[in-house]
């Protein structure tokens, strides 16, 4: 008897017990290849529970790597994302993943997959991450893991909570993405947790996204995502406007980075190479804004620094 299930299977099935606890259990009978073991018990939990889409979604994924049932499978991961987002979401892609050219069903994989996740996902991740206390977290990248250590994650959680209730009430008020990040939100609770700011400025805008994107849909009621123009259209717009001459993008591009509006100022002189390909003046604007660019977030946003090194092709020297 594999102790560690029969220990989570006692826990998982108490009144108010943790998600985390199920999602390991799930972990542990698919690591095992006990599938129909699987099945059998988040099928017992889901019939108790019949509101929780994460349970639904459990069966519906140790259904799937059962022989027959694949339809009746399906139903039930399609029925658990119906009831929340997030974990359902990725049980179901990976479970039709698995199955023979994904069920007919590749577009819903590839949703399913390729999205960042719920908010609330990632605060149980988080929550997670800490119950474990480990001693140190190491990720991907060297400027993350010195920025995301696990003495900044009680203060991040505490401090991503707090922009999640003001996204939605942004969202509530009717704002735009574009409105909420300009408001340059900066919650309270950083004040009691400083390791926490830096990890929080470097999440900040893209966690906003993230529940905006979900919670809002494709367009805004204010026409923002109605139309959609080609950068070409833009450029050829802005030109109108500059009188057909590469050297009003110059100066509007300069007169943006004066006011610190470097990306601003990028993406402006970008749309000028568009229609005024080559152009000696904007080509030496456009390395210097990216220069600049590369130096204000070396040390604040390394997502920023890499999209920016990538644009200027910088190359790091191999070590030693």
Request: glycine share 10%.
């Amino acid at each position: 008897m594999n102790l560690e299930i029969a220990a989570l299977s006692q826990v998982a099935t108490w009144p108010g017990a943790d998600r985390r606890t199920r999602i390991v259990l799930a972990n542990q009978f698919m690591s095992a290849g006990l599938d129909r073991e699987g099945f059998e018990f988040f099928s017992a939990l889901s019939a108790r529970t019949p509101g929780d889409g994460l349970l639904l979604a459990l069966t519906g994924a140790f259904q799937s790597r059962l022989e027959g049932g694949t339809e009746e499978a399906i139903a039930r991961l399609d029925a658990g994302t119906s009831l929340d987002l997030g974990l359902p979401h990725y049980f179901r892609g990976t479970s039709l993943a698995g199955l023979p050219e994904c069920a007919g069903r590749a577009e819903t994989v590839v949703a399913d997959l390729e999205a960042e996740g719920s908010a609330e996902g990632l605060f149980e991740a988080m929550q997670t991450v800490m119950d474990l206390r480990p001693r140190q977290l190491v990720h991907g990248h060297t400027a993350l893991t010195e920025n995301y250590t696990i003495e900044a994650f009680p203060g991040l959680l505490a401090a991503l909570r707090d922009l999640e209730r003001f996204v939605a009430a942004g969202i509530a008020d009717g704002l735009t993405l574009v409105e909420i990040l300009q408001l340059n939100h900066l919650p309270d609770v950083l004040r009691e947790h400083p390791a926490a700011v830096m990890p929080y400025l470097v999440t900040r805008d893209n966690f906003i996204q993230r529940p905006h994107r979900q919670r809002t849909g494709y367009w805004h009621r204010r026409g923002e995502g109605i139309e959609h123009f080609a950068p070409a259209e833009l450029a050829a717009a802005l030109d109108l406007l500059g009188g057909g001459n590469a050297a009003a993008f110059s100066t509007a591009g300069l007169e943006l980075a004066r006011r610190g509006e470097q990306a601003l100022a990028l993406h402006l002189v970008d749309l000028g190479l568009l229609s005024h390909a080559g152009a000696p003046g904007l080509v030496s604007l456009r390395r210097r804004l990216l220069d600049s660019l590369v130096a204000q977030n070396q040390t604040l946003n390394p997502f920023k620094f890499m999209h920016y090194a990538a644009l200027a092709d910088l190359e790091l020297a191999p070590a030693g």
